[in-house]
């Protein structure tokens, strides 16, 4: 069974950084494309960044320069680098493998 499960997240200050983590447990990791979503309070589910398989990334607009996503195969893990945090990315952030989600975690950036 596929199991997605994120670990980071905390309240940090405007400018500062956070490195979000994502464990992932099944044999076809290597093979998939990974994502990261957020959903901030009274707002729609929105991608911030995906990583495919070839090594293919692609960022939304708010996030281009400031997020960075990665992946390591070996252990099954993916990551989201932030810099420059602003208010605007305070949202819980979800880890996405095909149409396995995991349950996220909490991002809030004071200004």
């Known amino acids: 069974q596929v199991q997605l499960m994120e670990s980071g997240g905390g309240l940090v200050q405007e400018g500062g950084s956070l490195r979000l983590s994502c464990a992932v447990s099944?044999?076809?990791?290597?093979?998939?494309?990974m994502a990261w979503y957020r959903q901030a309070p009274g707002k729609e589910r929105e991608m911030v960044a995906r990583?495919?398989?070839?090594?293919?990334?692609i960022y939304a607009d708010s996030v281009k320069g400031r997020f960075t996503i990665s992946r390591d195969n070996a252990k099954n893990m993916v990551y989201l680098q932030m810099n420059s945090l602003k208010p605007g990315d305070t949202a819980v952030y979800y880890c996405?493998?095909?149409?396995?989600w995991g349950k996220g975690t909490l991002v809030t950036v004071s200004s």
């Open positions: 996405n493998m095909a149409e396995y």
């Open positions: 099944g044999s076809l990791f290597r093979f998939k494309s």
């Open positions: 990583l495919f398989s070839g090594g293919v990334t």
